[in-house]
């Protein structure tokens, strides 16, 4: 364990060179194959695709040249660049498009194109065919890195050939990764010519950071408090969030595994609204976070799609004394909780015993709740016992990505217990409905109003409003230790994922004068 801190300057190791040495967190298990979901939480750094984000969250160019959606939403054409080779100087063709989807949706495992009904190649456009609309559709244009049909084989993730900014090196499993700049990159060239990526738990990443071998370091908040000479620490944004997912069905139900489905307490309302309203989501900020997050109001919050209407007014014990009684909880035998009938406002909060964070969320939590009269027993499980568990007792989770269809997939009756999804099987006809047409639309702009009026649309909505089926707690923010004249420019609101997503921008990073 590190303590104390370090007066003595480290290092200077590579100011004012074209190396950089950064630890940003694992590798991937997969490699670095898109198709096996590589670059979902970040640049995919060897490849480069069709779409991308700017740093204000704005959908803009990258491979495509241009691209429209029929009057169906069927149908989606993407007119190509035509200066785009690979690194190994072959040029990026319709034909490498085509078969970077066809590869994937025949794969399945990481890319849901399950709506793909065909790619047509043409004359340096791509045509998507979908079997119904699908608005989300531009975010697979957006996260998928196109592979070369050319030089794709099933030691592709060893071995990544891209058209990206950066060109693979060297890969040495558990230790680190190298690459270099890719000459034959079609846009603004990256400062740095190569790269090496260590791959350090989070202990070893700060010991790095204070020996002054690493230009940049993924950090938590409990080092955050330590001074490091010659380097400062950038907290950047995030959708990364934590929260609480309930149970919103009454107890009896059995999934086709044999586990248990529905809680009878948490599936009440009052319990829930109630939860959301005395918890102090700042309080949580700061005393476990150290002040490095924001409170969580939803799965969203910031991003373009998010209701601010859903913000909540909490850490008022009054308030949710008042929902549980007009809800019909009152402690009728004076010990401190709340009962309905025979039923006591008690229920089990699970989490992953592996994660400290999530530990301390749920004790504190637990804690706060007490003041409205809830008890709350906190457990920490092996994943795989969490996975038994789920549906039947609350769990603390934690999600965070740049496409709204996170969000449906957390909230969908279709998604109720596929994965770690739904786990609770909520379900409102009205929130069905509006991601429907969320799907359905046109234009990202267009699907927006739908999926904000999803959340909450003035009488009833997912978000702690409305049903309340999660209570969500905070936003972590990626602390990152970083030398003090390296510049990595305007950084985004990052997804989940850990420290990859400080890459997203790596081609401006640059070191200042």
């Not at 290092?11 to 060179?17: F, I």
């Not at 950066?166 to 890719?182: M, Y």
């Not at 001074?227 to 009454?250: C, L, Q, S």
């Not at 924001?294 to 209701?307: E, H, R, V």
Request: with cysteine; proline share 4%; aromatic share 10%.
């Amino acid at each position: 364990m590190i303590t104390g801190c370090s007066g003595v300057k480290p290092a200077d190791t590579t100011a004012k060179t074209d190396e950089l040495i950064v630890a940003v967190g694992s590798e991937p298990d997969t490699g670095f194959d898109p198709i096996k979901g590589w670059g979902r939480y970040g640049s995919p750094l060897f490849q480069s695709t069709l779409l991308k984000r700017d740093d204000d969250l704005n959908i803009v160019k990258d491979l495509a040249a241009d691209y429209h959606v029929s009057e169906d939403g069927k149908s989606w054409t993407v007119k190509l660049r035509e200066d785009v080779v690979f690194s190994d100087g072959k040029p990026l063709t319709s034909e490498d498009v085509k078969f970077t989807f066809d590869t994937a949706a025949s794969n399945g495992a990481a890319i849901d194109l399950t709506n793909l009904a065909n790619v047509e190649a043409g004359n340096n456009e791509v045509v998507f065919h979908l079997k119904k609309p699908q608005s989300t559709f531009v975010y697979y244009l957006i996260t998928t890195g196109i592979v070369p049909k050319h030089a794709y084989s099933s030691s592709y993730a060893e071995n990544p050939i891209g058209s990206g900014p950066f060109t693979f090196v060297q890969w040495d499993r558990g230790q680190q990764l190298i690459v270099k700049a890719n000459a034959n990159y079609y846009g603004d060239k990256p400062y740095f010519q190569k790269l090496t990526f260590l791959f350090l738990n989070e202990d070893g990443a700060f010991a790095a950071a204070k020996a002054g071998s690493v230009d940049l370091a993924y950090i938590p908040s409990t080092f955050s408090k330590q001074k490091v000479a010659g380097m400062r620490i950038e907290a950047v944004k995030t959708v990364d969030n934590r929260g609480i997912a309930f149970p919103y069905v009454k107890a009896g139900g059995k999934t086709e595994e044999g586990y248990p489905i529905g809680n009878d307490v948490t599936a009440d309302k009052a319990i829930r609204l109630a939860i959301n309203t005395v918890i102090d989501r700042q309080q949580l900020v700061d005393g476990i976070l150290d002040g490095h997050g924001s409170p969580a109001y939803t799965a969203n919050d910031g991003l373009p799609w998010w209701n601010d209407e859903t913000k909540v007014k909490d850490n008022d014990a009054a308030a949710a004394a008042k929902i549980l009684a007009d809800g019909g909880w009152v402690d009728s035998d004076g010990d401190g909780i709340v009962e309905k009938g025979t039923l006591k406002a008690q229920f089990t909060l699970l989490y992953p015993s592996s994660d400290v964070t999530r530990q301390s969320l749920a004790l504190a939590a637990a804690e706060m709740v007490k003041a409205a009269g809830i008890h709350i027993l906190v457990e920490g499980k092996s994943w795989d016992e969490l996975e038994k568990l789920m549906h039947s007792n609350a769990m603390l989770l934690g999600w965070g990505s740049h496409d709204p269809l996170e969000m449906y997939n957390l909230y969908s009756s279709s998604f109720s217990g596929v994965d770690y999804y739904n786990t609770g099987y909520y379900s409102n006809q009205t929130v069905d409905q509006l991601f429907e047409q969320a799907l359905d639309a046109r234009t990202e702009e267009e699907a927006l109003a739908y999926w904000k009026k999803a959340q909450w649309d003035g009488q009833t909505g997912l978000s702690a409003k409305g049903d309340a089926p999660w209570a969500w707690l905070v936003n972590i923010d990626h602390l990152f230790l970083v030398k003090d004249k390296l510049n990595i420019g305007k950084q985004r609101i990052q997804p989940h994922g850990h420290g990859w997503p400080v890459t997203d921008n790596i081609e401006s990073w640059r070191w200042e004068e």
